[in-house]
T-cell receptor, first 115, second 115 residues
Framework: AQSVTQLDSQVPVFEEAPVELRCNYS??????LFWYVQYPNQGLQLLLK??????LVESINGFEAEFNKSQTSFHLRKPSVHISDTAEYFC?????????????FGTGTKLQVIP | GAVVSQHPSRVICKSGTSVKIECRSL??????MFWYRQFPKKSLMLMAT?????????EQGVEKDKFLINHASLTLSTLTVTSAHPEDSSFYIC???????????FGPGTRLLVL
């Protein structure tokens, strides 16, 4: 069994300020980790993922996340946010067993960028 | 790329009628497709998983006779909400993955309103 905890339901931040969205997980096996972004009235888009290798992964729009196995965390960060980053962000985890495994999603964090 | 479309994007129907939602992978073969339901301010709830040519596997608590899933080809899955009632009103999202791959690609979602 696995679970994902996103403690912050909403995170307001001023434009051009840094932001960190927290994600912690629990699992009895090794995992893959994902961050998805959902804009209003849209489906989810994959932002970045950790499968193996370097623990620091980056997206094309300036977000990064670091897999910390000892702290079972996969926090999402951006050094300077834009208005267009306003959206809901979901952390997700699946067992690292090859092929498809059930993905478990967190409850989401709504990022509100204030101009 | 990996693009998944859903049709319709929004549907309003009368109580007691059936509604069909299509999910298509536009530029890849989706051996596995997933159907989720998202409640307001909540995370995604996996309803069922379908592999091409096989019967769908439903999550506990999801009525298979209520939510009929068909995955007849490698690019198309359908979800039919039979005899819809107001409590079925929700945002339904599909996703698709390639064979033996861990990443799911999400459709834009379908908002169902049952009057």
């Amino acid at each position: 069994a696995q679970s994902v905890t996103q403690l912050d339901s909403q995170v307001p931040v001023f434009e051009e300020a840094p932001v960190e969205l927290r994600c912690n997980y629990s699992s009895s096996v090794s995992v893959y980790l994902f961050w998805y972004v959902q804009y209003p009235n849209q489906g989810l888009q994959l932002l970045l993922k950790y499968l193996s290798g370097s623990t620091l992964v980056e997206s094309i729009n300036g977000f990064e996340a670091e897999f910390n196995k000892s702290q079972t965390s996969f926090h999402l960060r951006k050094p300077s946010v834009h208005i267009s980053d306003t959206a809901e962000y979901f952390c997700a985890v699946s067992p690292n067993s090859g092929g498809y495994q059930k993905v478990t999603f967190g409850t989401g964090t709504k990022l509100q960028v204030i101009p | 790329g990996a693009v998944v479309s859903q049709h319709p994007s929004r549907v309003i129907c009368k109580s007691g009628t059936s509604v069909k939602i299509e999910c298509r992978s536009l530029d890849f073969q989706a051996t596995t497709m997933f159907w989720y339901r998202q409640f307001p301010k909540k995370s995604l709830m996996l309803m069922a998983t379908s592999n091409e040519g096989s019967k769908a596997t439903y999550e506990q608590g999801v009525e298979k006779d209520k939510f009929l899933i068909n995955h007849a080809s490698l690019t198309l899955s359908t979800l039919t909400v039979t005899s819809a009632h107001p409590e079925d009103s929700s945002f339904y999202i599909c996703s698709a993955s390639r064979r033996n791959q861990e990443t799911q690609y999400f459709g834009p979602g379908t908002r169902l309103l049952v009057l």
